[in-house]
């Protein structure tokens, strides 16, 4: 009999493989791929207890489901499906309450209000502390082109990667400040480098 965390990683695995619009070439499977490993490194490292463990796992399995509905409101989404398949897993209503709070942690300005939000929200925010960085930013750059969400140049896009590198985004807890964030300013300075194209 498979794990409950077992259970949504199939599910999910054959939800994102099926429904997923193929030009969602980053918030895709392995982009839920590398958030699962990553928070199971965090949730490791600070020795949660069992509950908390499945909460952050199911929520990292989870978080960008939604995507299978659409761009807009996705969070939302995605926590509505969680709803509905952790109770039809059986799951009670605290826990599934928990594993959606996590899931709409992950929306883009949501200031996190405790350790396991902090959790959440770094491991989805991981690869900018990894080597890589400038690949999965060109699979991002792609795929807003491909869903005719905007269009950028090679300038415009560094331009708002230094941006959210410099004012918007932060690691919050003590081990993603300690193992990723040298990884960041290394991409940081990688994208100071960079010359615009003539």
Not at 16 to 29: A, G, I, K, S, V
Not at 84 to 105: K, N, P, W
Not at 147 to 166: C, G, H, K, T, V
Request: charged share 30%.
């Amino acid at each position: 009999m498979p794990t409950l965390v077992e259970a949504t990683e199939a599910f999910v695995t054959q939800l994102l493989t099926e429904d997923l619009d193929p030009r969602f070439l980053y918030h895709n499977l392995a982009h839920t791929r590398r958030v699962v490993q990553r928070t199971k490194e965090l949730v490791e490292y600070y020795g949660l207890g069992e509950k908390e463990q499945n909460a952050l796992l199911l929520a990292a399995w989870l978080h960008d489901t939604g995507y299978t509905r659409g761009r807009e409101g996705h969070e939302k989404e995605s926590s509505r499906i969680a709803a509905q398949f952790l109770l039809d897993q059986g799951l009670d209503q605290q826990a599934i309450e928990r594993v959606c709070g996590l899931i709409l942690a992950t929306e883009r300005y949501h200031n996190p209000d405790n350790l396991r939000e902090e959790i959440i929200r770094d491991a989805d925010a991981s690869h900018l502390g990894q080597d890589i960085f400038m690949e999965v930013s060109e699979l991002l750059k792609q795929e807003l082109a491909q869903m005719d969400i905007a269009q950028y140049s090679p300038e415009e896009w560094r331009q708002l990667n230094l941006e959210i590198f410099q004012k918007e985004h932060h690691f919050y807890t003590d081990y993603a400040k300690e193992h990723w964030q040298p990884g960041k300013e290394r991409n940081l300075q990688i994208l100071l480098k960079e010359q615009p194209e003539s």
